[in-house]
């Protein structure tokens, strides 16, 4: 199952490979598909290539194959109840609170992959996020969680379990499954994945103050902390939320 994002990337470069010969440039493509950046455009091959769907052809500018085609060339919206929480401008807003997913988490092997027949993609879960761990150190892909591909968008995703309770003001409570939009930028007022001194991985609510950049918690028994630009990293915006009740 492709997000729509791929699906339409997809048949855009087998039409021109067909019409012309020749794969379309990146800058072509991010028009085609009204993305703002061609790294969009990347992580979208990137998906198609693990996917089975597209290949690059190595020491070849512009050179991609398309492997297989999926069964239909346009996808119909599946009739699923926006219980996500998506990423973009709703988190940018003042006083934003995620919602969330209700349901258990489905270990499975392997990385990120088509999860079943109800329209859901396996996310890795990397593990807690927790002062002091970088997401790299987290990275295991024998653990997954299923969520509904129509909620996530385009782009890369991957899930953490939270630790801690500095976001609850926010919606984020100790051991929900934060979905975590892959991006190295984002925006004053975003919640992100921010990487501090390339050891401390946290995630909070980000605000840009002139030069320096302020990573603000949702708990006001916890300080907001200023780190100069080269301190911090983005490593992920929040998506979403997903919850287990026992």
């Not at 988190?91 to 088509?114: C, H, N, S, T, Y």
């Amino acid at each position: 199952m492709l997000t729509r994002k791929q699906n339409e990337l997809l048949m855009f470069i087998n039409k021109r490979l067909n019409d012309d010969g020749v794969s379309p440039s990146f800058d072509e493509m991010k028009e085609a598909l009204r993305l703002k950046s061609k790294s969009g455009i990347h992580r979208l091959i990137t998906g198609l290539e693990e996917r089975g769907f597209l290949r690059r052809l190595p020491h070849r500018a512009r050179a991609l194959q398309v492997l297989k085609l999926p069964d239909t060339a346009a996808m119909p919206a599946p009739n699923v109840m926006p219980m996500l929480a998506r990423a973009g401008m709703a988190e940018a807003r003042e006083g934003f609170v995620p919602q969330v997913i209700r349901g258990d988490r489905v270990p499975l092997a392997g990385a990120i992959q088509v999860a079943n027949e109800a329209h859901a993609l396996s996310l890795p879960l990397y593990g807690r996020i927790a002062a002091g761990t970088p997401i790299e150190a987290l990275r295991d892909n024998s653990t997954t969680v299923d969520v509904p591909v129509a909620l996530l968008g385009s782009g890369a995703h991957y899930c953490l379990e939270i630790q801690g309770d500095s976001m609850v003001e926010a919606g984020i409570q100790n051991g929900d499954i934060a979905i975590i939009k892959s991006a190295d930028t984002a925006e004053t007022g975003e919640i992100v994945v921010a990487l501090i001194d390339d050891t401390e991985a946290t995630l909070k609510r980000l605000r840009k103050k002139g030069a320096s950049i302020a990573l603000e918690p949702a708990n006001a028994a916890y300080e907001t902390r200023i780190f100069g630009p080269d301190r911090v990293k983005i490593q992920g915006r929040l998506a979403g939320l997903y919850r287990r009740y026992n």
